[in-house]
């Protein structure tokens, strides 16, 4: 069969990026420690779904380790490195990454044509959730809950990384919008530094859009976001990008770290609750977007164990959930509209991502959501 992937639905697609062979490997796989290896030494165990970089557990002799691939177009050397030094400075301070490989010179990026490879030990625990869609709901409240403290403590040991934000690019992170004065004028600027977004976007009435939909929830958030202290976060915590004690139901080790950027604690929390809580991708099934109040219930208590939140920290994170996704959003319309040159998926984003997860929040239940988030009761 054929190697599908995950889309903007439940259905599997062709991938974006071609499989990874074993025969592609040995290049790389010499310019990050691991010369003399050949085609023939390496057997490629299983194929990564997730949809945006292709990925592959791979076997050499008695050791396995989990291969990236990105195009140069999604990703940069330089904006890999600053990834590889994060995750070291979180295992340093106790949250368990997976670790990258390094060549002899200390290099962990290797490039060969306009691809980028990353090499990795294979991650502790059971990948419990690894054939599951992104932002699917956690099956358990105890994971919901596991996952919330280990935000928490991954929020903690990041406040000491002092590394500057990553500029605006494809799929990464941001705050940039939320921190502006002026929201068009904002904009108006993205869409001059960024013309892959700009060119993304012309189909769309996107700044009159922006104005009707976001601007007023933008201000909200606004005036939350520039009391908070800034910081890198992981910035696409979900279910998925975890690894787990099967057992205890506890999270093992933390994966991914591919959106992460320095924003704030809130932003990445409020991004962790839109990314698992709402189940976004069931509602062309059902007709309705639902959400888990248990799995809600639960990862924000477990975040609270570590990083207690007041009255003032739940209604600033219900002020910033409706626009949380906006700068990744804008990001993934870049990708599929100028990137990929993919206009059903890029009208998806924006759309039933960009605007319609706004609009959600205006629903009853969207509602509901905000006013449990904030701390008052249904």
């Known amino acids: 069969m054929s190697h599908l992937v995950h889309g903007m639905g439940l259905e599997p697609v062709a991938p974006d990026w071609s499989p990874i062979v074993a025969a592609e490997l040995v290049e790389p796989l010499a310019q990050l420690g691991h010369e003399r290896v050949t085609s023939s030494d390496l057997q490629v165990l299983w194929r990564s779904p997730r949809p945006m970089s292709a990925a592959a557990l791979v076997r050499f002799d008695t050791t396995s380790f989990f291969v990236k691939r990105h195009h140069e177009r999604v990703r940069t050397a330089t904006r890999l490195e600053v990834e ?125 859009d922006a104005q009707r939909v976001l601007a007023e929830p933008m201000a909200r958030a606004h005036a939350v976001a520039r009391t908070q202290a800034r910081q890198w976060t992981h910035g696409d915590w979900h279910p998925s990008n975890l690894t787990w004690d099967a057992t205890r139901h506890e999270v093992r080790e933390v994966l991914d770290l591919g959106l992460a950027n320095r924003t704030f604690s809130l932003h990445d929390l409020a991004t962790a609750v839109e990314r698992a809580v709402v189940d976004w991708l069931d509602a062309a099934g059902r007709g309705f977007v639902g959400v888990d109040w248990d799995s809600l219930d639960a990862l924000l208590a477990g975040y609270q164990c570590v990083a207690p939140l007041n009255e003032s920290d739940r209604r600033a994170l219900a002020t910033i959930l409706p626009v949380a996704h906006v700068d990744f959003a804008l990001s993934e319309v870049e990708y599929f509209g100028d990137v990929l040159s993919d206009a059903a998926n890029r009208d998806v984003a924006y759309h039933g991502y960009l605007m319609g997860h706004v609009a959600f929040f205006n629903s009853p239940v969207g509602v509901e959501l905000l006013e449990r988030v904030a701390g008052q009761p249904r």
Do not use: K
């Open 84 to 208: 590889h030094r994060f995750s070291d400075h979180l295992r340093r301070h106790g949250v368990a990454t997976p670790a990258c490989h390094r060549g002899p010179h200390g290099e962990s990026v290797a490039r060969v044509g306009p691809y980028l490879y990353e090499i990795f030990d294979v991650a502790r625990g059971r990948d419990l959730y690894r054939d599951v869609p992104s932002w699917h709901p956690y099956r358990r409240p105890e994971h919901a809950r596991s996952a919330g403290a280990a935000l928490a403590h991954l929020h903690q040991a990041a406040a000491t990384f002092d590394e500057p934000a990553s500029r605006p690019d494809v799929l990464l992170d941001a705050v940039g919008l939320m921190d502006a004065d002026d929201l068009n004028d904002a904009l108006v600027a993205l869409l001059h530094a960024r013309p892959g977004l700009a060119r993304a976007l012309e189909p769309f009435a996107f700044l009159t």
